[in-house]
């Protein structure tokens, strides 16, 4: 197995946890850190397309982004199971 989907997974799991408190941040009015977090995770994503699409052949680049969609997947039920990114009273 290719390195490269391990960590096209694990960076989509980063990525939608990322996401989370971003929309966390858009719904508590801070917009400093909903924008900072906007654009790391704009930056993510662009950055492991632009990698897919620049290092591997055309078979394995759907299988990644497969794999990447995946730890998006993941990196949702992760958020939504765990609370992440919900306030603490």
């Known amino acids: ?11 989509g799991v ?6 989370t ?7 508590t009015d801070r917009p400093f850190l909903a924008s900072a977090f906007s654009f790391f995770t704009s930056m993510i994503s662009l950055g492991v397309f632009y990698d897919i699409l620049t290092r591997l052949d055309t078979e394995r680049s759907f299988l990644a982004i497969t794999v990447y969609s995946l730890g998006i997947a993941v990196g949702t039920f992760v958020a939504m199971k765990s609370g992440f990114g919900k306030s603490r009273k």
């Open 1 to 11: 197995m290719n390195i490269y989907f391990v960590i096209y997974f694990l960076i």
């Open 14 to 19: 980063a990525q939608d946890l990322f996401w």
């Open 21 to 27: 408190l971003n929309v966390k941040y858009v719904a």
